[in-house]
């Protein structure tokens, strides 16, 4: 089974705790010739919101959703979304005092059998009753409360993309010609039937206002069809830089390009051509110095790399999304040997645990994303680190990362994976500031 399907089983997963809570405070306070009506009236209402879900998670019918626009999905999808949220907080949040509570319960109930005597008295069985009934009810009547905060905050989680400050990254070896240079990173666009041209112009319309001087890309312009990448070029022609724009393949932009005329990479040409018509150089295990002579910079780009491109295998298939640290490290040594020595180096990979094998390389910054901050959906933050629906997956899930005088910053992205969710984990622009090391880091 791919990732995707286990997502979507996931989800479909998250419904039974909520459902089951609800069912309960039905089966109490309804009458008897009401409550199978009830409960038909329930279950046809979840169903409604569980079937549009599945839209986003099954490849055939995905070029449909493009006929309808943003506007459109968001008001046929937003109530199933809302629902999705309250079922995924209902289970994380609750389902642990459901555990404890059936723990307990079980546990009386052994100590009691063990302790009873035949002659001791049973007690009121209405008044047990009474009480179990109260706390299911009420967990039940707490799904409303629930679904009307996820509606919220998922309506809130679709305001205007956070921008981050300027964070000073010292670089090793930065000439002085280098020192201030500004950097803003746009990362997992995710083109598709949510994200259009529309908005990609409103995010080139915030990067171009902070007048950078390099722009960077760091993959996943596109979600999961070629379908999207026409709107994807046009609301990506007007970005500007003074010296230029770079990007990198991520995982998804290779499973919906499968076309490649090389050996040496499986898919993700044509994404590449069409970016390199806006004047968007695609960075594909290669390398590209700003300047010349001793004044100069590397930039480092990685293409995204699985066992789909050692082996000629369906990309989204098994293995596509884990990360291999052995070609990864042979990419990056291949990289380094065409840089001479103390020349500044600054790596592009999508994926961010690339950084756990720069340390050799002695990369000033790498510049990642793929995490989607955490998984889109954060509960909270522990030491800094986001704790999120997929945050344990990734050693660096969202941030500012600084290992062995070196740094890493991880993008939340400014796209959706699968289903357009996020709380706690807003849309992000982040920029950086290079700075030379003997000089004082600030943060502005």
């Not at 169903?47 to 998670?57: D, E, R, T, Y």
């Not at 959906?377 to 290992?403: D, I, M, Q, T």
């Not at 994976?417 to 622009?429: A, K, M, Q, S």
Request: proline share 7%; net charge positive.
């Amino acid at each position: 089974m791919g990732f995707r399907s286990n997502i979507f089983l996931l989800m479909v997963l998250f419904n039974f705790l909520p459902l089951f809570a609800l069912y309960r405070a039905v089966r109490l306070w309804s009458g008897s010739k009401s409550r199978q009506k009830i409960l038909v009236a329930l279950a046809l209402f979840i169903l409604a919101f569980n079937v549009p879900i599945s839209v986003f998670w099954i490849r055939s019918l995905y070029p449909y959703l493009y006929d309808l626009s943003p506007s459109t999905l968001r008001v046929i999808f937003f109530p199933a979304l809302a629902w999705q949220t309250t079922a995924l907080l209902f289970t994380l949040f609750l389902g642990p005092v459901y555990i404890i509570w059936g723990a307990g319960a079980a546990a009386r109930k052994v100590i009691k059998r063990k302790l009873e005597t035949p002659q001791a008295a049973s007690p009121p069985r209405a008044a047990a009753i009474s009480r179990r009934g109260f706390l299911t009810s009420g967990a039940g009547l707490l799904v409303p409360a629930v679904f009307g905060f996820s509606a919220f905050k998922l309506q809130d989680s679709m305001a205007d993309v956070d921008i981050s400050r300027v964070l000073s990254i010292p670089i090793p070896h930065l000439p002085r010609s280098f020192d201030g240079m500004t950097i803003v990173q746009l990362s997992d666009l995710h083109v598709g039937p949510y994200i259009r041209q529309k908005e990609l112009e409103y995010w080139v319309s915030l990067t171009n206002q902070l007048r950078p001087d390099l722009v960077v890309l760091t993959g996943d312009v596109i979600d999961r069809s070629l379908l999207s990448l026409p709107e994807a070029i046009k609301g990506l022609t007007g970005l500007r830089s003074t010296l230029g724009v770079l990007a990198v393949m991520g995982n998804h932009d290779i499973a919906s390009d499968r076309y490649s005329s090389r050996g040496d990479f499986l898919g993700g040409e044509r994404i590449a051509d069409g970016m390199k018509g806006i004047g968007i150089r695609t960075l594909r295990n290669e390398v590209t110095f700003l300047n010349s002579g001793q004044d100069r910079l590397a930039i480092m780009g990685l293409d995204w790399i699985t066992s789909n491109n050692l082996n000629p295998a369906v990309p989204g298939g098994p293995g596509f999304f884990n990360y291999h640290s052995a070609e990864t490290r042979r990419e990056l040594n291949r990289m380094a040997a065409q840089i001479p020595p103390e020349t500044p180096k600054i790596l592009l990979a999508h994926h961010p645990d690339t950084f756990s094998d720069t340390s050799p390389l002695e990369i000033g910054l790498t510049l990642s994303g793929h995490t989607h901050g955490g998984g889109q959906v954060v509960l909270f933050n522990w030491n800094g680190a986001p704790v999120g629906l997929s945050s344990a997956r990734f050693k660096y899930a969202s941030g500012l990362y600084r290992e062995n005088g070196c740094s890493l910053y991880v993008n939340r992205g400014l796209g959706y994976l699968g289903v357009p969710i996020r709380i706690n984990c807003p849309p992000e622009i982040s920029q950086f500031r290079l700075t030379r090391p003997n000089l004082p880091e600030q943060v502005g």
